[in-house]
């Protein structure tokens, strides 16, 4: 249901052909009131009109989840003894299955044989995941969570328009070390930078995703994943890829300091000093920086620099607003205002604002950005999920490197 949920909510026309045993898990009527249709269950209900034959003809994807090993089987032998396995043998469009058993019967000689014979077919088959299952068991053959899956789908049928553009993400948070035990961080949890690299990835792009600390998997398919700890880190490994890179995304929450002197042993507390007082120093401007590269190596006119490149620097500006009586005017600076004041001082083509705190933007929550260019005039405004904000921040990126985009 969370996966029929996250589809229909992303504007999908999703269709649900359940088998008599999802029935056994979930009614007739809920489905239908999520899916928003009447579904059909069998091959004589509405016979007439050959329902698998007219599925089949009109979907643009067919999604199987969980696809059982029972499923599975019968589908890479061509069975059609019920309206789901008779739709899939009529449907000419891409076709994801999503496997989830027991361990022992995923890793069966037969099991794996099926599957083997579907992707020859040129099905997709994920790898369940591992984790708990029925009972007390625990192991591979856990259904995916349904924003993977949903993600792998949409891949399938994204336009391959970034084919050839190379592309370099950052997220989630660095971490500037005070001592071996603590550190200065921030709410990141990666999941914006993670849901950038995937949108770009399913589109064609050869994406390198550079990642502090992160809370989500990071098991992309089409991404290389190159970890970094500190903002020094960050800035030495995203500099060395920016010159060979046709697009930057700097999503990552970089720290803006870090402590003068890490000290080597831990930092105990002492009765005779009950506070603890830092020296902090400001850590590189790794945005400004990079679009200050690429003027100068455009300015030197050397092609093998990569004078050209990137094409396309994004950043994020993760703001608050002002309490009133901040500014000048006594009504305090909105989260707008802050982020074109960045743009026009970082100086990079696309700058997606976006309000955080305790509840917002960081996390496993909606976002909303604004996205700006370089002179701070508004160029597009994206909300949804984490994947919704990526697919329409991708969808700009590719409009400024003219290419075509989606449907």
Known sequence: MGLLRLLSEAGHDVHVVPTPAALEFVGRATWESLAGHPIHTDVFTGAAETEHVHLGRSVDLAIVAPATANLLARAATGQADDLLTATLLTVTCPVLFSPAMHTEMWRHPATQANVATLRSRG???????SGRLAGADSGQGRLPEAADIAAAALALVAPRDLVGVRAVVTA???????????????????RQGRAVAAALAARGADVTLVAAHVEVPLDLPGVTVERVSTALELERAVRALAPTADVVVMSAAVADYRVAEVSSAKIKKSADSPGLTLELVE?????????????????????????TRPSVVVGFAAETGDAAGDTADGGGATVLDHGRAKARRKGADLLAVNAVGERAGFGDVPN???????AGDVVGEVAGSKDDVAHGLVDLVAARLGVGGRD
């Open 123 to 129: 099905a997709f088959v994920l790898d369940p995941a």
């Open 172 to 190: 989630g948070g660095t971490r500037e070390p005070l001592d071996p035990v603590r550190f200065l961080g921030n709410r990141s949890s990666g």
């Open 283 to 307: 850590n590189p401007d790794i945005l400004a920086g990079l679009v200050r590269d690429r003027a100068l190596r455009r300015e030197s006119g050397d092609a093998e620099s990569g004078s």
């Open 368 to 374: 909303a950005v604004t996205v700006l260019d370089a």
